[in-house]
C-alpha cells in the first residue's frame, strides 16, 4: 500500500498541530513496510533527512509560494497528478479541489473557527469552516485527538460514529527520561532571558490560549507581594495580540519575559526549571504542553476547558475557565506548596500517551480502506 502523507504544514509553524503531524508521521514511517511518500514545502523538515536512503519511502518536496496559492493550487495540482492509495493529512484540511477525497484520511483536531470564532480573524475563521465542511463530508475516514473533540465533530456534522477515529497525541521520549532536576545552564538563561525563579507559560501567544487573564492574575498577585517568581511566555508571536501588554503596570511588565519560540531539544529544561506551569487556555482540542510540564516534574495549573479535564485527568490543579479570580487562588495555593509530584501516578498518566500507540491505531484504519 502506498500512502501519501502532506507535511508541508512543518515549514511554516511548530504548534500542537505541527507536532503532531511530525511525530506520528515519523512513528508511521518505523511502524510499518507500507510504501510513503512525504511531501515537504521549501525543504525536508529535521527529523526526516535519514529517510531519503531507505526504499519504502520517497521525499517530495515542493517550491514555496504564497500560503493559499500553495496549498489550494501548486499542492492540490501536485496531489491530483500522484497516484496513491491513502492520502494522510495529519495537520490541516486536504486541498479544497483535491480529486481524491474517497482515498484521503484527515485528522481534525479541533472545531476553534465554530466554537472560539472569536479567537481567529475573519480570512482564517471562513478559510478553514470551508475546508474542514468540505473534508468531514467527502472524506474516508476522520481521525481526531481526544473523545472532546470526537463529539463535537459529531455533533455539529451529523456524522456516523464510526467514521471517526480518536488518535492521542503523545509524548517524546525527551520529556520522559529527563533528569529530576537539571543543573542551572547560563547559556540557555542568556538565551532565552529566563530569570531566576519563574512561573512559565508555553503557548502561540494568541486570544484562545488566554495569556491575558494569566497577566491579569499575575499583576494582582505581585502588587499583593504573594510571589518573587518573574513570568515567563514562551511560545511564538500569534494573532489578535498587539495590545496585550497595554494595561500592565510598568513596574511589573519588567518580571515578564516573551522567550519566543523555544528550541524542541531546550524544551525539557525550561519546563523543569519552572517553579510552575499555567496553562489559561479557553479551548484545546488536546492541549500538549501541561503534559510535557508534568513529564518534566513541574506542577501545574490548568483550565477545565474543552478538552483538558480528560487529557489531564486528576495531575494537575484546575481553575474555572476564564475566573480570574479562581486562577489567583490557585496559583496561589500551587506556589505555596512544595515542587513535589506524585511521580507514580503522574508518570503513569503521562506514559499512557504514545505516538507508537496512536501510529499503530492509525495503521489499522489506513488497512480497514483496503
Same mark, same amino acid.
Given at each position: 500500500?502506498?500512502?501519501l502523507? @502532506?507535511?508541508?504544514?512543518?515549514? %511554516?509553524? /511548530?504548534?500542537?498541530?505541527?507536532?503532531?503531524?511530525?511525530?506520528?508521521s515519523?512513528?508511521?514511517?518505523e511502524?510499518?513496510?507500507?510504501?510513503?511518500?512525504?511531501?515537504?514545502?521549501e525543504?525536508?523538515?529535521?527529523?526526516? *533527512? %535519514?529517510? $531519503?536512503?531507505?526504499?519504502?519511502?520517497?521525499?517530495?518536496? #515542493?517550491?514555496?509560494?504564497?500560503?493559499?496559492?500553495?496549498?489550494?493550487?501548486?499542492?492540490?495540482?501536485?496531489?491530483?497528478?500522484?497516484? +496513491? @492509495?491513502?492520502?494522510?493529512?495529519?495537520?490541516?484540511?486536504?486541498?479544497?479541489?483535491?480529486?481524491? !477525497?474517497? $482515498?484521503t484520511?484527515?485528522?481534525?483536531? @479541533?472545531?476553534c473557527?465554530?466554537?472560539?470564532?472569536?479567537?481567529?480573524?475573519?480570512?482564517?475563521? #471562513?478559510?478553514?469552516?470551508?475546508?474542514?465542511?468540505?473534508?468531514?463530508?467527502?472524506?474516508?475516514k476522520?481521525?481526531?485527538?481526544?473523545?472532546?473533540? !470526537?463529539?463535537?465533530?459529531?455533533?455539529?456534522?451529523?456524522?456516523?460514529?464510526?467514521?471517526?477515529?480518536? &488518535?492521542?497525541?503523545?509524548?517524546?521520549?525527551?520529556?520522559?527520561?529527563?533528569?529530576?532536576?537539571?543543573?542551572?545552564?547560563?547559556?540557555?538563561?542568556f =538565551?532565552?532571558? #529566563?530569570?531566576?525563579?519563574?512561573?512559565?507559560?508555553?503557548?502561540?501567544?494568541?486570544?484562545? =490560549?488566554?495569556?491575558?487573564?494569566?497577566?491579569?492574575?499575575?499583576? =494582582?498577585?505581585? =502588587?499583593?507581594?504573594?510571589?518573587?517568581?518573574? #513570568?515567563?511566555?514562551?511560545?511564538?508571536?500569534?494573532?489578535k495580540?498587539? &495590545?496585550?501588554?497595554?494595561?500592565?503596570?510598568?513596574?511589573?511588565?519588567?518580571r515578564?519575559?516573551?522567550?519566543?519560540?523555544?528550541?524542541?531539544?531546550?524544551?525539557?529544561?525550561i519546563?523543569?526549571?519552572?517553579?510552575?506551569?499555567?496553562?489559561?487556555? !479557553?479551548?484545546?482540542? /488536546?492541549?500538549?504542553?501541561?503534559?510535557?510540564a508534568? *513529564?518534566?516534574?513541574t506542577?501545574?495549573?490548568?483550565?477545565?476547558?474543552?478538552?483538558?479535564?480528560?487529557?489531564?485527568?486528576?495531575?494537575?490543579?484546575?481553575f474555572k475557565?476564564?475566573?480570574?479570580? @479562581?486562577?489567583? $487562588?490557585?496559583?496561589?495555593?500551587?506556589?505555596?506548596?512544595?515542587? &513535589?509530584?506524585?511521580?507514580?501516578?503522574?508518570?503513569e498518566?503521562?506514559?499512557?500517551?504514545?505516538? !507508537?500507540?496512536? +501510529?499503530k491505531?492509525?495503521?489499522?484504519? /489506513?488497512?480497514?480502506?483496503?
Amino acid at each position: 500500500m502506498k500512502i501519501l502523507i @502532506d507535511l508541508t504544514s512543518l515549514a %511554516d509553524n /511548530f504548534s500542537g498541530i505541527e507536532r503532531y503531524a511530525a511525530e506520528m508521521s515519523r512513528e508511521l514511517v518505523e511502524y510499518s513496510e507500507n510504501d510513503y511518500v512525504l511531501v515537504f514545502k521549501e525543504r525536508v523538515f529535521e527529523g526526516f *533527512a %535519514d529517510l $531519503k536512503d531507505r526504499a519504502n519511502i520517497k521525499i517530495e518536496v #515542493l517550491k514555496r509560494c504564497g500560503k493559499l496559492r500553495f496549498y489550494q493550487v501548486r499542492l492540490c495540482r501536485f496531489l491530483n497528478r500522484y497516484k +496513491a @492509495d491513502i492520502y494522510f493529512f495529519p495537520a490541516f484540511p486536504s486541498p479544497l479541489f483535491l480529486k481524491k !477525497k474517497k $482515498k484521503t484520511v484527515v485528522t481534525v483536531h @479541533d472545531l476553534c473557527c465554530w466554537d472560539c470564532p472569536e479567537t481567529m480573524n475573519a480570512k482564517s475563521r #471562513l478559510y478553514f469552516r470551508a475546508g474542514l465542511k468540505n473534508e468531514i463530508k467527502k472524506s474516508a475516514k476522520i481521525l481526531t485527538v481526544s473523545e472532546f473533540s !470526537k463529539g463535537r465533530i459529531i455533533e455539529k456534522f451529523n456524522i456516523p460514529e464510526n467514521k471517526i477515529v480518536v &488518535t492521542y497525541n503523545g509524548i517524546s521520549d525527551k520529556f520522559l527520561n529527563i533528569k529530576e532536576d537539571f543543573a542551572e545552564d547560563a547559556a540557555l538563561d542568556f =538565551k532565552y532571558g #529566563l530569570p531566576r525563579k519563574y512561573i512559565l507559560s508555553l503557548s502561540t501567544i494568541e486570544p484562545r =490560549k488566554n495569556i491575558a487573564l494569566l497577566l491579569k492574575a499575575y499583576c =494582582k498577585i505581585v =502588587k499583593e507581594g504573594k510571589t518573587d517568581a518573574d #513570568l515567563v511566555l514562551a511560545g511564538r508571536d500569534g494573532w489578535k495580540n498587539s &495590545t496585550l501588554m497595554d494595561e500592565i503596570d510598568e513596574d511589573v511588565k519588567s518580571r515578564i519575559h516573551f522567550t519566543g519560540f523555544i528550541e524542541e531539544e531546550h524544551l525539557p529544561y525550561i519546563y523543569n526549571r519552572a517553579q510552575l506551569f499555567v496553562f489559561p487556555s !479557553k479551548y484545546e482540542g /488536546f492541549g500538549i504542553p501541561p503534559l510535557e510540564a508534568l *513529564a518534566c516534574r513541574t506542577p501545574v495549573v490548568s483550565s477545565d476547558a474543552a478538552s483538558l479535564p480528560e487529557v489531564l485527568g486528576d495531575c494537575v490543579t484546575y481553575f474555572k475557565s476564564n475566573d480570574l479570580q @479562581d486562577l489567583i $487562588k490557585n496559583i496561589e495555593l500551587s506556589l505555596n506548596a512544595q515542587k &513535589t509530584l506524585d511521580d507514580e501516578a503522574v508518570m503513569e498518566r503521562v506514559r499512557s500517551y504514545s505516538w !507508537k500507540v496512536g +501510529a499503530k491505531k492509525i495503521i489499522e484504519v /489506513f488497512n480497514s480502506l483496503k
